[in-house]
Nanobody, 123 residues
Framework: EVQLVESGGGLVQPGGSLRLSCAASGFTFSNYAMSWVRQAPGKEREGVACITTRNTGLYYADSVKGRFTISRDNAKNTVYLQMNSLKPEDTAVYYC????????????????WGQGTQVTVSS
């Protein structure tokens, strides 16, 4: 059974940083591209970042470029999202998601999802 478990969310002030983690199990992690998708209150889900199987491709939404960094540790079956210079508009539930070895900007592409972790950016 595929399981994705996010952690690391919380309340942070504008300009602060957080690192999210997603622990994966139930599949061969190193063979899958991994993505982070977020959903702000009252808004549609939005693809944030994606990393390919061997770190050969990194993709970011324009809204987070230069501030967020996605990485993975295949030995630990974990994908990370380092978020710096956080803004109130980054407030959302952040999900990790996957479907095969391809990154896709359309969040509807993914068929495996974690339960999400809440990130709130507020003073």
């Amino acid at each position: 059974e595929v399981q994705l478990v996010e952690s690391g969310g919380g309340l942070v002030q504008p300009g602060g940083s957080l690192r999210l983690s997603c622990a994966a199990s139930g599949f061969t992690f190193s063979n899958y591209a991994m993505s982070w998708v977020r959903q702000a209150p009252g808004k549609e889900r939005e693809g944030v970042a994606c990393i390919t199987t061997r770190n050969t491709g990194l993709y970011y939404a324009d809204s987070v470029k230069g501030r967020f960094t996605i990485s993975r540790d295949n030995a630990k079956n974990t994908v990370y999202l380092q978020m710096n210079s956080l803004k109130p508009e980054d407030t959302a539930v952040y999900y990790c998601a996957t479907r095969g070895d391809i990154c896709n900007a359309n969040w509807r592409f993914y068929n495996y999802w974690g339960q999400g972790t809440q990130v709130t950016v507020s003073s």
